[in-house]
């Protein structure tokens, strides 16, 4: 009798020992994004194996390719809500797609953390869908403010923008163009390009050097900056370049070349080659798959490292997942939560600069809320 009793309490005991979690990850992992859906995957699974590794209560990554289209990733939450398995979602990582199917996450009570998408739609909103990635309009308002602080002597200016089908970079361009316009900055050429990778540029280069500018702000990805500055530099190689977040990954340094060295940037990203948390991602990350981490991938890291943290403080119950995330200590600033109410983050930018073909963090900005221009 004794032995019936043992068995129960045994299996009981096995049970508890090997309980598990499912994240489950929406991103682009084909097509022309694919560097980057795979990059934020690899940054996740990194947390995830860390984690696993001493955790008794074990997490699963199941992974879905959005392909980058709206009817694609409506199919892929279909099946993740009929399956009924999954402690969140982290995902999307392209912002036009989150904001098209955003209607579609808000439907779900799965908690959705998107790594990287930044744009406003999805921002300010009391909802299961929480954000990595300070809003862009605070970059864009910083880099206007930067052009306006910082090359303050600078009255000829070039702006180089894609507007290829990609709603980012011409709602970027829009804020700094207001921004300037209001602060009596008449001499601004703005230029607008298609992507296209067989072109070198060239005619769009000769458009934004013609009026001799001492400044040129490329509002593009690492590829077409990395090119425009090549190009750019051939012609002018004084002119003073200022680049956007979208292109801070190693891909530019190795497009560039020596052409971005002293570039500027105003990112929300803060990957700081000094950092040592940086250090040791960007060391760990290498030795897994062999080459330096983008932006995507350390976003990555950090939203399933938050989701794991959310989830020890709710035993990984579903249904508080929520509470335990608003109830998040930021880890830089103990005594601050980590998200707003509306479970956004909303960092200070930075400025950064290439030296010596690495990422270096010059400082924090704030301009924009000192000056309370919109």
Same mark, same amino acid.
């Given at each position: 009798?004794?032995?019936?009793?043992?068995?129960?309490?045994?299996?009981?005991?096995?049970?508890?020992?090997? +309980?598990?979690?499912?994240?489950?990850?929406?991103?682009?992992?084909?097509?022309?994004?694919?560097?980057?859906?795979?990059?934020?995957?690899?940054?996740?699974?990194?947390?995830? !194996?860390?984690?696993?590794?001493?955790?008794?209560?074990?997490?699963?990554?199941?992974?879905?390719?959005?392909?980058?289209?709206?009817? @694609?990733?409506?199919?892929?939450?279909?099946?993740?809500?009929?399956?009924?398995?999954?402690?969140?979602?982290?995902?999307?990582?392209?912002?036009?797609?989150?904001?098209?199917?955003?209607?579609?996450?808000?439907?779900?009570?799965?908690?959705?953390?998107?790594?990287?998408?930044?744009?406003?739609?999805?921002?300010?909103? !009391?909802?299961?869908?929480?954000?990595?990635?300070?809003?862009?309009?605070? *970059?864009?308002?910083?880099?206007?403010?930067?052009?306006?602080?910082?090359?303050?002597?600078?009255?000829?200016? *070039?702006?180089?923008?894609?507007?290829?089908?990609?709603?980012?970079?011409?709602?970027?361009?829009?804020?700094?163009?207001?921004?300037?316009?209001?602060?009596?900055?008449?001499?601004?050429?703005?230029?607008?390009?298609?992507?296209?990778?067989?072109?070198?540029?060239?005619?769009?280069?000769?458009?934004?050097?013609?009026?001799?500018?001492?400044?040129?702000?490329?509002?593009? *990805?690492?590829?077409?900056?990395?090119?425009?500055?090549?190009?750019?530099?051939?012609?002018?190689?004084?002119?003073?370049?200022?680049?956007?977040?979208?292109?801070?990954?190693? +891909?530019?340094?190795?497009?560039?070349?020596?052409?971005?060295?002293?570039?500027?940037?105003?990112?929300?990203?803060?990957?700081?080659?000094?950092?040592?948390?940086?250090?040791?991602?960007?060391?760990?990350?290498?030795?897994?798959?062999?080459?330096?981490?983008?932006?995507?991938?350390?976003?990555?890291?950090?939203?399933?490292?938050?989701?794991?943290?959310?989830?020890?403080?709710?035993?990984?119950?579903?249904?508080?997942?929520?509470?335990?995330?608003?109830?998040?200590?930021?880890?830089?600033? @103990?005594?601050?939560?980590?998200?707003?109410?509306?479970? #956004?983050?909303?960092?200070?930018?930075?400025?950064?600069?290439?030296? #010596?073909?690495?990422?270096?963090?010059?400082?924090?900005?704030?301009?924009?809320?000192?000056?309370?221009?919109?």
């Amino acid at each position: 009798m004794k032995m019936l009793l043992v068995i129960p309490f045994i299996l009981l005991i096995l049970s508890c020992s090997t +309980r598990q979690s499912t994240i489950a990850y929406i991103g682009t992992m084909s097509g022309q994004f694919t560097a980057l859906g795979i990059s934020a995957k690899n940054g996740i699974n990194m947390a995830i !194996d860390d984690y696993n590794a001493t955790a008794k209560h074990k997490l699963r990554l199941i992974s879905y390719d959005d392909e980058k289209s709206d009817e @694609k990733t409506q199919n892929i939450l279909s099946d993740i809500k009929k399956n009924n398995d999954a402690l969140c979602i982290i995902g999307p990582i392209a912002s036009s797609l989150a904001a098209s199917v955003f209607s579609d996450f808000e439907n779900t009570d799965l908690i959705t953390l998107t790594p990287i998408c930044n744009i406003d739609e999805i921002k300010d909103i !009391d909802d299961n869908f929480f954000t990595m990635n300070t809003s862009f309009t605070v *970059s864009a308002k910083e880099m206007a403010f930067s052009i306006i602080n910082d090359y303050y002597s600078y009255d000829n200016i *070039s702006v180089l923008y894609n507007e290829s089908g990609n709603t980012y970079y011409i709602k970027f361009y829009q804020t700094i163009r207001d921004i300037l316009n209001s602060n009596g900055y008449t001499r601004v050429n703005y230029v607008k390009f298609a992507e296209n990778a067989e072109q070198n540029y060239n005619q769009y280069v000769l458009q934004a050097i013609a009026s001799q500018p001492k400044l040129i702000v490329i509002l593009d *990805s690492d590829v077409g900056t990395g090119l425009l500055s090549q190009n750019i530099k051939k012609h002018d190689d004084k002119v003073a370049l200022l680049g956007c977040e979208a292109a801070i990954t190693p +891909r530019l340094i190795e497009i560039g070349g020596a052409s971005v060295e002293n570039m500027r940037f105003v990112s929300t990203i803060n990957l700081d080659s000094k950092d040592p948390q940086v250090i040791n991602f960007n060391k760990t990350y290498e030795s897994l798959y062999g080459t330096e981490p983008n932006p995507y991938a350390y976003f990555g890291y950090l939203s399933a490292q938050t989701i794991i943290n959310a989830g020890e403080g709710c035993n990984f119950n579903k249904k508080r997942l929520k509470e335990s995330m608003l109830n998040l200590k930021d880890p830089k600033i @103990k005594s601050e939560l980590l998200f707003n109410k509306f479970g #956004d983050i909303e960092n200070l930018p930075v400025t950064i600069i290439i030296k #010596d073909g690495t990422f270096e963090k010059l400082g924090f900005l704030n301009n924009a809320k000192k000056k309370n221009k919109s």
